[in-house]
């Protein structure tokens, strides 16, 4: 049985607003793998950069809920029914990194926590941190943030094996009634892109684009092929931007047409490209890119290019978030080698740790977590992953931790 301290809130959700009480209760699942000791860094650096931001008057109160293979060893269920009436209960989530087992009969609880929470948003900071090893000439002109449709498009995951009876059925009807011809060894994946849950999206992604002071949108897309899904997704995009937004907002066209190539002061700039020239446009010019606004395949293709620019994917934290919940993660997995050796690099999921404190309007602590983070990095204070590239000596998982926590102390 879970039990909850005394003292710990429930955080509650208005119109996509989060109210957030003194000593809120934050779930976390420690996951598997390297899962059980990057989450403990996490909550022992946010624990200490909400102390120093506040003293006293605030706190997190964290409670356990078990998934994974903690939670198979305990109760024989990877997605115990105890854990999902808490998700649903408190709606807020750590999670380390889980392993989905290979064979039938085993579903991603990732992704049954995104579907029951309706978490529709996958949320990626991608920033670089001076001290990194990049491809790039000029690193330090990478700073986006891509936010990526999350339950609409191919990953719905409707499809059917080529000899199965769904597909035939579909194939005698595109044939039949639609007068369209496939082949008979075709299997068949349904693509599909609605227009509600583009809206809301782009509205999510338009808030936290006027709400943290950003320039510039772009909306991601293969429409000049894909014309009535992603190019509905441009199209609903703009439209709700233009709709709602229209006073802050001014398009890329209406800069050239009307405006003389230049942009209004204080007015956010938003753009649409198409989807294979952005993958060599992030590369030759980043900065050009800021907030960058996908459906959902596209968003999972974006996204890790996007954090190989900066030169170690595995520094990036991530966020799942709906209109009444988030969940906040690193983005790599296990990593099952290193499991238990104390040798696991906890920054992405402290990353994802800092991202949920800027959600609850916590940023004094949120700026003293990314400070500590890029001091530590650029005087060389790393865990073995990125130490064997700058030629120093390794930090375990706990001293790096240690390190972050001690910086914190001494930072305003």
Known sequence: MVQIPDDGERISFENGKWIVPKK?????????????????????????????????????????????????????????????EMLM??????????????????????????????????????KYIDGLESPLKEPNKVDMIIFRENTDDLYRGIEYTYDSEEAKKIRAFLKNELKVQVEDDTGIGIKVISRFKTERITRMAMN??????????????????????????????YDLIKREYREKVVTEEEINKELGGKAPEGKIVVNDRIADNMFQQIITRPDEYDVILAPNLNGDYISDAAGALIGNIGMLGGANIGDS????????????????KNVA???????????????????????????????????KKVTQD???????????????????????????
Do not use: C
Not at 29 to 51: F, H, M, Q, W
Not at 64 to 78: F, I, M, P, Q
Not at 101 to 119: E, F, H, Q, T, Y
């Open 24 to 84: 809120p209760v934050i779930l976390y699942i420690e996951g598997d793998g390297i899962g059980p000791e990057i989450v403990s860094a996490t909550r022992t650096v946010l624990n200490k950069a909400v102390e120093k931001a506040y003293g006293s008057s605030r706190e997190i109160k964290w409670v356990e809920v078990l998934a994974g293979d903690k939670a198979n060893a305990k109760t024989g269920d990877r997605f115990p029914k105890e854990t999902q």
């Open 208 to 237: 936290y684009t006027i709400q943290n002071g950003r320039r510039k949108v772009t909306i991601m897309h293969k429409g000049n092929v894909l014309k009535y899904t992603e190019g509905a997704f441009r199209d609903w995009a």
């Open 386 to 412: 990125l130490a064997r590239f700058m030629g120093v000596r390794a930090l375990t998982t706990t001293e790096f931790t240690n390190t972050l926590t001690q910086i914190i102390e001494t930072l305003y």
């Open 89 to 126: 209960k408190y709606r807020v989530v750590v999670k380390g990194p889980l392993e989905t087992p290979i064979g039938k009969g085993w579903k991603s609880v990732n992704v049954a926590i995104r579907m029951m929470l309706d978490l529709y948003a996958n949320i990626r900071p991608v």
């Open 325 to 340: 919940g988030g969940m906040f993660e690193a983005i790599h997995g296990t990593a099952p080698k290193y499991a238990g």
């Open 345 to 379: 690099n906890p920054t992405g999921i402290i990353k994802g740790g800092e991202l949920m404190l800027r959600f609850m309007g916590w940023n004094e602590a949120a700026n003293l977590v990314e400070k500590a983070i890029l001091t530590a990095v650029s005087s």
